[in-house]
Each structure stands twice: as structure tokens, then as C-alpha cells.
């Protein structure tokens, strides 16, 4: 089985939903946009500053996003395996993450990259629904809830995040595409890569990728 687990794509390509089903299989599910989504909910420091980056399309300062992730994975829970979602996106934060998972011998195992068409992406993004209690994922046209607003699963209300509009999208794949993207190579250069394809349905992708990280 492999153990510590990078999930990368551009914005929509359903990391999220992706990861949120691997935590069935025992992983750590360590989202970057969820904790400084939760810091900005409790109006931290942290939250405060990360805030304008995020509403936005920003991306957040490397420090401190560094920093949240130093902390997180030392933690003792990550020591069952971990999966990061949304970390690395800039060659910074890889290069500080491989001295990290050295240092704490938690080294990465494989690098999943989820990729499917721009058209796509915005079609997912701008329709997309959170449960702001549980944070399952939604689509106002193909992934509807029993009840409108309201999540199938904890009846929390569901919500769109302030930056899933087409205007911060556009920034946001736009920092993919120079800061993150190139992050391809450099995981394919230490043989960690592999890519699927997202565009077919979330539960064929679940179970090609849990094939993938038994075998
Ligand atoms: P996500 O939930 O992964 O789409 O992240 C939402 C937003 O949080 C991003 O658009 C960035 O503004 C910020 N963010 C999340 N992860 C990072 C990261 N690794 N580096 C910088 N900013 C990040």
C-alpha cells in the first residue's frame, strides 16, 4: 500500500472530492484551502492574512503555508500515511516538503495528478456546492442534493465559496499554470508521477486510483 500520497490538478479537477473518499482507505487528509478555510472561520491571525490572498485566487504566501504544513505532518496521526491535498503549488513549497518528509522520515510515495479539460473546469468550479458542516462536495446540475440546500448526509446547509466565481478561477488557474503545473516535472524527475484522467465520474476515478495505491 502506498502510504504518503500527493494529489495535485488544477482548480476543479476534484481533488477534494477524490481525497475526501480516500480517508476510507486510512489516510490523514491534509487540505491547505480547508485549514486556512477553518482559520479563517475561527478569525485567527492566520485566517485574517490569509484571507485576502484567498478570496482573490491567490495563493498564499509561502511561509505560512510552509509553516501549517511543517506542523501538521510532524503530527503523530500522520505517521498511518497522509495524503496532501492542494500542497505542494509552488517549487518552493516542493523543495521545503522533501527536506520536511527527509528530516521526519515520512518521505513521499507517489504524486497522483488528476487532469481533465479547461472547459470542464469551469463548469465544475462555478457551479460547485460545499456542505458547511461536513464540507461533502455538490453541483448545482450533476451533482444535486435530495433537498436544495441542504446536505444529503449531515443536513448541514450547503454554501459557494467566495472564490468560486469565474473571476477569482481565472486567477487561480492562472497561478496553476506558471507556479504549479511545472511541479509535473519535478515530481516526474524523481519517478513519482502518475496521472488520471478526472473527466468520467467520481466513482470510477475513486476506485482506479484505490487500485492504483493497494497495489
Ligand atoms: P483549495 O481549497 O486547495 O482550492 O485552496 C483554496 C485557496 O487557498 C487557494 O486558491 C489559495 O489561495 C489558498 N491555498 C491553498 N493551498 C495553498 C498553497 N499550497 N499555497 C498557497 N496558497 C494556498
Redesign the pocket.
Known sequence: MKKNIIIMGP?GAG??TAAKKLIDLGYVHI????M?REAIKKGTALGQL?EQ??KR????P?EL?IGIVKERLSQEDCAKGFLL??????LV?ARALEQLTKEINRQIDVVINLDCGEKELVRRITGRRICKQCGAPYHIDSLKPKVEGVCDLCGGPLYQRN?DNEEAFKV?LEHYTKETKPLLDFYQERGLLRNFNSLGSSEVLFDEIAKFLKS
Open positions: 482548480p481533488k477534494g487540505s491547505t484551502g480547508d486556512f490569509a490572498y484567498i485566487g491567490d495563493l498564499v509561502d503555508t491535498d492542494g500542497f505542494p503549488r509552488t513549497q472564490d487561480r
